[in-house]
């Protein structure tokens, strides 16, 4: 589906166009066409191709998205694809994807799997002209800070959800929940990381040594790009050892509480069985027992029990069995 | 085993051919022959060593077979070993090899212990003309783009099966065939990578720098089969640290429910243990226990040990040792 | 807020400006202006960026604060982030942050989130005219020294406490407080870690190879931080690496912990019950029980009892169940 | 000890010769000396140093033998260090050295602690005129070849072993053997991997860049041997990541099981407990407990007992605590 | 404390010289002058810094001491930090430190925090004037070698460690003291890494590539002392990932050991808990039970009770349980 597609020319935009009128405005100086196309069938991509002369292998992939976050050089022109991660009900992550193709006078973005749209993007970069002169490499730009922008909330929801984990870990009986917790967390860690590090290591030849013609001019602005997502990329790592850490802890936390349960147990096994076997003991049928016959017996032999079960009781509390 | 042996010219295919006419076909211009073998014995390899010029390390890795997936340029030829991967029977998978001599006017591809062959290849291939004109390279790389392509279903069966994993990890008593799965899925996951990460290295250089002579012009296409080659890679890296913290989770569940076990039987072994003390009590043979004696005596005695059960179970059940 | 806005000529202080006389002062030549901000509001920064002409990019980041450690060239200037980090209450951390800019002839720092000033260090640059006549790359190095030296404390008291953790950790029962001590440690850890690791990164492309404009001749003495850097860097790795073989191995002894409960627990167990048995055999209502008649089958079971449990207190004492 | 020393010239073998005769050898056109020495004493080592010009430092290592695995450049020679790996009873693991010193016209082995010699070696390269012309660099591939390959069956060897294991793993009460298998097979591993990778590492220099002289024309050939050791490398790696794997499998295995016992403990106790509680119930020693009164009282007491015990028993079954 | 300060000239020492004598000598062609010091105080170290003409920032981590491992240039002269280690009352490790300022025509080495001198390698040079005549070099070599050569006894001393804790490892009872001794070793090794690792990487950069002027024509030399640090540094690789395995495997055996004491337990609660019940149900009041009339009543229930017991014993022995 085509969402809209406009001619610039010298950073000014000069008019919605229809499709067919394309080939036209490329001719133009310093003009470039901005295509923004939403799950696109195949009628339009083969359109695309010819109108941009694509690259056969940028659009296969285009068309079957699924594509890993990577940017690729066809001659003169970019291919880059970038993931799109939203947050859905909380806390489930939803992957869209963004194919964009960028020529030195056209770019073509296609998006799939995902609601959000760029038309905030397109405001935007039209109200700064003295940029917009940069023609399409400013465009990616604007397009890629955007989708990076966009993984900054989700990362700080993760780092929110990993402090209310680290709260709740030395918790006693929060074990369960925690190590659940823990593991969705790091599910959706690694759904973050794949957009993240392909990306990031892909933005890094957009700035540095050799520059593909189109970025030219704007390496600074690349590097802004890659310099948040090598700070996405590091909380990212440090959130994962955190969380590598916080599931070895609440392991140990387990073993702890499972060895505070045995303590407990053992101290009242004892308190119940210590009377249990004196009991048994005045319960024999020896003829000759002159303790049963004491008129003091029975409360004397209930004081016994009570008496060492009161020891115990103390000892068990001070050696922190209780 | 000769699987065919067919002479192309300027894109086309111009005959089946047989074994001795290849050194006459390889003197024509823009000509190359495409030989497909099934492990052939020590005889037909000699022969192909010397129709071709094959180098001797080349020839004894692909007569041995069991070679780690590589490429390797012998002067102007590339010697090429992929491994194949099957699915068979559900989940098992069974490893076969295929080894690609690549010369610039021939291409023998020689398949050891798999079934699947690349007749739909060839056909393929001799229906794009256009690209079949590259000659060898091309056909190189539609036979590694093959191979490649159908790893991607063992990935996802792979994928699919650790979903399935991880909605029974915090299953109670699902632990033992959990760990097994987790295991199973683990040294599958190693096959795959021990075919995919080699060939993934070796890749990379038919696109990059210096290319070898038989791929120049094919880069953007080797690039492509790079591509799919990394977000395999990727994907593997993402399912083994997903295995790992699977098993650590799976390890801090088997804790757990032990633990828990462990609490509901501190808890029942109180609830029969406390009668038992009592009834032990009132068992005694002391001559003066003035309980003993009254009417209501064992009512009330029964009537304590069900007060003191009760009040255990509740307990018991709030603090959720029950 | 301006802390305060120095002007200097061949490495001496020639006066305290006001923001307006800036312009004036960049003019002449061999001096340049040092200003020092805290927290500016964004008419402040943005006044800053006409005087010195700075890179929109970099005075974006500066006003947002939360960047990243990093060193960025745009054109002849330079962006620097560091971290601060100090010490509050015993060992909590606090992030703050500081966002330099330098040029050739000016050095502007903006502090963040941290009351500790960089007074001392313009009082000791003043103090070395010598080097002060390199001008602003020689501020730069004073002023990243310094807040590199602040983390060697807190590094320190990194050191100490893992020292005491591992004294505590084959004690016993100190299981609990040491894993919590150890996770809280590793935290603080990974804050100091990701204000050295990037900074350590950065600050490498300062004296080695191309070396920005700025920092010529300096090289030895960003060296100097550079080293410091890496110390703080691999004492970091270590403490790491310490860490989670503490984590290990207190789990260890938190299962060996159990498990000698355990066998404290069986040893009781068993002293308990065989009395319990042999009481239990005695108190059956047969007719017919020879031993019950004789005079001194109480005593008798009595002893036997006796010489059961001592038995068996010696057997677990020497197998050190007990 | 010297083993045997023989000149060759253009490829053919032209005499066994006494130490005496080097010198004399070493002079002619196109002929190359190769010495084969076992354990030597320093004045054997000393006689080698003088007659071929060899580096005292590498002389010095191999009298003093225990290197790691390397190749060092000593001018226009090469100084190489393997480490031969054999297996002895079944599965320990023997590790020899061979020091090589590798010059224009001369090669020179010595043999540390390994009663494998390399006879064959010499029978194979004299078979190969065509090759042996390329000299001393032949040579040592010969060698290198021949060592590298006798880690194949000790390589396999760890492979059925890991096999045999992972067959074991799941089975119960086969914890501790495995444990042990595991660890064992781990150090052997290492022992292997010790041997493996440095050397894997040095022979890179032998076949890409820059090419030590004696080893130029063969580098196809050296190419192989890194080939091969790259594959036992990755084969080492694999195992290693399985075994470590393993070891945590099976220490959740060992968790499970206590889990199991520690469950059917619970189920015997609470079916024994049950009886003797309402035993000790009707054991009391109450006036006035009318049951006791009834005829049928006795039977209906123990079907009470059975009753409950019964339904427990199918309780746990279903559960799968017994 | 000046340890000593002699002259050399043409590889041949001239004579003990004063400390004022020293800048006449410097003065002299092909000779060098090499200085001892021992915890020098600031005057020394500022005097020498004038004689030498000492970078500052050198002169300052001198002073201080407790650098890394190290070794930097400035202008034509290296500084190099090395760490001693010597073992003390059997295990414990002492880290010292060697600073050398190495220049054309001068060598100061000044010692920290360890008594072992370098008298021997004075002596050592001396007895070598051939390689003496490389002046400083030479010397900085011998005294590197010398360090280097000193960290071997210690790993020895750790590799035997580790032996005996191995063979500890499955022992059963010996899981306390295993983990104390294996923490204890990883925390000794990784002081030995510390002050190997950060050399290694630095001596890498005296024989590859550029070296620096003082060091030239003694990169045979250099290697052999980084081929000694990385032989050093892969054995502490492989002791570190050994420790590791052995900690998990420990761990492991803790828990088996568990899992065996809590099986015997529950063995021997049902031993003991049969007779137990068998016995309460005898010792119940009911009226009607004719068993207790029979005058073998009481030997038939003790047989009863023999008979399960030893039914239990034989299946538990059979089990593995006991």
């Not at 310093?30 to 690259?55: I, K, N, S, Y």
């Not at 976050?69 to 992550?93: R, W």
């Not at 948040?228 to 509480?257: D, F, K, P």
């Amino acid at each position: 589906m085509l969402v809209n597609c406009v001619a610039y020319q010298k950073g000014e935009k000069v008019a919605d166009i229809r499709r067919e009128e394309i080939g036209e405005y490329l001719k133009r100086p310093e003009a470039f066409v901005w295509v923004a196309m939403f799950e696109p069938d195949a009628a339009e991509m083969t359109e695309m191709q010819h109108q941009f002369g694509l690259h056969e292998l940028a659009v296969e992939d285009a068309s079957k998205g699924h594509q890993r976050p990577k940017i690729e050089e066809y001659g003169n022109s970019l291919f880059v694809v970038l993931h799109t991660v939203d947050l859905v009900e909380g806390t489930a992550l939803d992957v869209g994807e963004v194919d964009i193709f960028v020529g030195p006078n056209y770019i073509l973005s296609v998006r799939h799997r995902t609601n959000k749209g760029f038309g905030n993007v397109r405001a935007r970069t039209e109200r700064e002209p003295a940029l917009l002169k940069y023609g399409a490499g400013f465009v990616l730009y604007a397009l890629m800070d955007t989708v990076v922008d966009r993984y900054f909330p989700i990362l700080d929801s993760m780092e929110s959800e990993l402090e209310q984990i680290e709260e709740q870990i030395f918790v006693r009986n929060a074990a369960r929940s925690n190590i659940e917790s823990l593991y969705a967390l790091k599910q959706r860690l690694m759904v973050l990381k794949h957009a993240v590090d392909p990306l990031m290591e892909a933005t890094g030849k957009l700035y540095g040594g050799r520059v593909p013609q189109v970025c030219s001019g704007m390496q600074e602005y690349f590097r802004d790009v890659y310099d948040h997502l090598h700070r996405i990329h590091a909380s990212i790592e440090g959130i994962r050892e955190m969380l590598t850490t916080a599931i070895q802890v609440n392991l140990g936390m387990i073993s702890l509480s499972e060895s505070e349960v045995t303590k407990r147990l053992a101290a009242w096994a004892a308190i119940i069985a210590v009377p249990t076997m004196v009991a048994g003991i005045y319960g024999m049928n020896f003829k000759n027992m002159p303790e049963l016959e004491w008129s003091f017996g029975y409360p004397l032999s209930i004081a016994v029990m009570v008496v060492i079960d009161v020891y115990l009781y103390l000892k068990f509390k001070k050696t922190r069995w209780l």
